[in-house]
């Protein structure tokens, strides 16, 4: 079932989307060659604490996962896509890192995630994070009322594929409210005109994945969660919350 939130429960969840991009902030400023990814997780922590939200990660048990996610970041680095743990890796120079983060504040959550290099970067990953980016805004500007979930999906899909990227086949955004999975799936490609259609107080993560070298398919790391490019190349991720209003998409997981 798909839920449809009131106006108040939109700056509600406007709320949880700040401190969801405060942490990300946070943990970009904190990241550099050297710095284990476990630190960064614990900058997270603090800010969320601080800011009296809960983590809609730590714990979150799927039926895929052998073990309940340990932390409140997912840290992906270089060829992982989504869904790293945070581990005692150090970051090395032109590491490409991907962070995601979620938060519940007063019982709605936000998630987003962004992709970032660290030291030199390698020209071709910044121009993946850029690809990964305008993906994500061409996403979110089909985001509005009258428009289906099929027009974002082919949106992200589009620029993903001019670009001649993979895109995780099956993956992708979702809705989001009180859980931080909720109805419908928002697929990273589809088809225009296709799905459920889109009107005010509608919330989704919208979410691209873009896997440089071309493949859809990927493949689970030995810890059940990490998931990685079958062919190796490195991969991008980078999310909003977005509310469907009358006056078009509101990104909720801004500063
Ligand atoms: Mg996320
Ligand atoms: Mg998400």
């Given at each position: 079932m798909v839920e449809i939130k009131t106006d108040a429960a939109l700056e509600a969840m406007r709320e949880a989307g700040r401190v969801v991009a405060h942490?990300?902030?946070?943990?970009?400023?904190?990241?550099g060659v050297g710095v284990a990814?476990?630190?960064?997780?614990?900058?997270?922590?603090?800010?969320?604490?601080?800011?009296?939200?809960?983590?809609?990660?730590?714990?979150?048990?799927?039926s895929f996962a052998p073990v309940p996610f340990p932390a409140v970041i997912c840290a992906?680095?270089?060829?992982?896509?989504?869904?790293?743990?945070p581990d005692g890796y150090r970051l090395r120079d032109g590491d490409l890192v991907s962070i995601d983060c979620g938060a519940v504040l007063d019982g709605w959550a936000g998630d987003a995630a962004v992709s970032f290099t660290v030291g030199t970067a390698r020209p071709a990953d910044l121009a993946l994070i850029e690809t990964t980016r305008r993906a994500l805004e061409?996403?979110?500007a089909a985001a509005v009322v009258g428009n289906r979930v099929g027009d974002i999906s082919h949106a992200i899909g589009g620029v993903a594929r001019a670009a001649r990227h993979g895109l995780p086949?099956?993956?992708g955004g979702h809705g989001i409210g009180r859980r931080m999975h909720e109805e419908p799936h928002v697929p990273n490609s589809g088809t225009p005109r296709r799905g459920f259609r889109l009107r005010h107080g509608l919330v989704l993560a919208i979410e691209p994945m873009l896997m440089a070298g071309g493949r859809d398919d990927y493949r689970t790391a030995p810890d059940g969660w990490?998931?990685?490019?079958?062919?190796?190349s490195r991969a991008a991720h980078i999310e909003h919350t977005v509310a469907i209003t009358d006056d078009g998409p509101r990104i909720l997981t801004l500063p």
């Open positions: 942490a990300l902030a946070a943990v970009q400023d904190a990241a990814l476990r630190e960064l997780d614990a900058v997270a922590r603090e800010v969320l604490d601080k800011a009296g939200a809960t983590s809609p990660f730590l714990g979150y048990h799927p992906s680095v270089n060829d992982a896509v989504v869904h790293g743990i061409a996403g979110i086949a099956n993956l990490t998931l990685r490019t079958a062919d190796g």
